[in-house]
């Protein structure tokens, strides 16, 4: 009897001894970045012995995974998410390991923050994008990059899908980019104006718009301190408490104004069409869109989105403001008229060079259209 029960002991021994190795006893853990050092969650990270997984673990909301227990072995890595190619590698595990993964997409990303206050681009200026269409904030965006010098931001190897963007520098108010689509190859997303915080008691007017027309003005008119009626545009930029920062001429925009002080009185924000004068202006202006958005020192106060024009026109008066006291009223208007002009000469084309002229003819208005 006890020859028999030492020889179950040894058996029992000897069977542990050969699967020993095969025991899931050591640890794999790893992060999960992408081409711009953000991490990637959800992403599912498969351990695979031919065509079969071993082990399936899925990377958390900082990119991390744990498998506590995995046996020693030979395993093709398989890293899968959503955007991203299929990333696969041999490991063979002996002890414990703790790796960094970096992933990559198709898509290649190219875009520009513009400063609100000089037209040029604005360094040092961060630009996140996240997959989660509910985001208020960069917190934990998937993609993190810097402008340069030059304001432009490029990212390579990047997800494709759709994604909310956000940008962000210092005493700049940020903005938020909705519905980011990135596809396969070249994304060149339209520029982004990043607002300066002005100072308190100023209002600060941002006019943008598409690649199309290629030049739309602001025109602002108020109460003149030597009575009348004052007229700021691209020839004549500034009067007492109000100046024109940035006429563009190039696409997209901005066009800022800035008001520091206010008269009793109604001032008048319009959008003039100077790449079309005539007819049909209104339309482009509409099918660009254009977008003007007014800010105080607390943040934006009102934003406008030209509506569809269904008349003539070559003018969107955006709309009034009623000061009175110390009370600054934003009455809406948001309507398309048409602006008369000394001349009506179409003299803001492309030369044969195909390059934009930026030597803009002065044109003289009636006042009374503004």
Known sequence: ???????????ILMTCFISCDLIPKLSFSGKIYNSTGGTVKGAVVNFMIG?????EVISDLTGQFDLSKIAKGTYTVTIKATGYNVYSE???ISEDVNKEFRIKGNANITGKVINSQTGTGLAQAIVSFTVDQ???????AELVVTTDSYGTYTITDGPTGVFTGFVEAPNYFQRKMETVTFTDGTNQIPPSTLVSQPDLGQLRIILTW????NDLDAHFTGPSSAGGKFHIYYSQKTTTGANLDVDDTYSYGPETVTISSFLPGTYRYSVYNYSNKTSTGGSGIASSPAKVEIYDHSGLLKSYVSPICNVSANTWRVFDIIFSGTNANIVTQNTYITASSST???????????????????????????
């Open 344 to 370: 009506d000469l179409v003299n803001f084309v492309k030369p044969a060079n195909n390059q934009l002229k930026t030597d803009k003819k002065p044109l003289l208005f009636n006042i009374a259209d503004f």
């Open 134 to 140: 509910n985001a208020t904030s960069a917190t934990g």
């Open 51 to 55: 065509n079969t997984s071993k082990y």
């Open 210 to 213: 598409g690649a199309s027309p």
């Open 90 to 92: 041999e490991t063979t």
């Open 1 to 11: 009897m006890k020859w028999k029960m030492f020889q179950t002991v040894i058996i």
